[in-house]
């Protein structure tokens, strides 16, 4: 039994994608030349992963085209986006996130998001999404906080409790 092959489409976009963010990386990598060295660790450690991962993924493009293909879509036309709805609600989250990040705090509106955005899909395992979540976002506070040492936008909680109380001032006689 021969197997039918991907759509000219679909493996061009397997490949092009990653040599996207492949060139992204590149240009991201030589911006942070004159950064200096201690201050571009961290940028260049995830540039370098990202690198990585997408030059795996080319790989399997390139040399691997029938891996990178589901069984139940043989046959059938490939469109990019295999749920429009789906997308645009995640589309939505990030936004949303992007846009709370500021006012609210990172862990809120990282927490919001999170949860959002899995119910919002479907996912209703409750005591799942908490514990993965709070596992989540301690694993972000150790690496990015406590190990990096790189801060994060302040929660609301936090900015307020550090503002001092307004001067109370009381005019006439006392």
């Not at 060295?37 to 795996?56: E, H, T």
Request: hydrophobic residues 60%; aromatic residues 14%; charged residues 15%.
């Amino acid at each position: 039994m021969t197997s039918r092959p991907l759509s000219a489409r679909r493996r061009w976009v397997e490949a092009a994608v990653p040599c996207g963010v492949l060139l992204a990386c590149g240009l991201a990598w030589w911006d942070l030349q004159p950064v200096p060295a201690q201050a571009k660790f961290f940028p260049g450690m995830i540039l370098g992963l990202f690198a990585l991962l997408s030059a795996v993924i080319l790989a399997r493009a390139l040399f691997f085209p029938r891996a990178a293909g589901l069984a139940e879509e043989e046959g059938q036309p490939w469109t990019f986006f295999r749920h429009v709805p789906r997308f645009l609600i995640a589309l939505s989250g990030f936004a949303a996130f992007i846009l709370l990040v500021e006012p609210l705090g990172f862990f809120s509106a990282g927490a919001l998001f999170l949860v959002g955005l899995t119910v919002s899909l479907g996912f209703r395992r409750w005591r799942m999404i908490a514990v993965t979540y709070a596992l989540f976002l301690l694993f972000i506070y150790l690496v990015f906080v406590a190990l990096f040492e790189r801060p994060l936008p302040k929660e609301l909680w936090q900015r307020t409790a550090a503002a001092p109380a307004p001067a109370v001032t009381m005019i006439g006689p006392v």
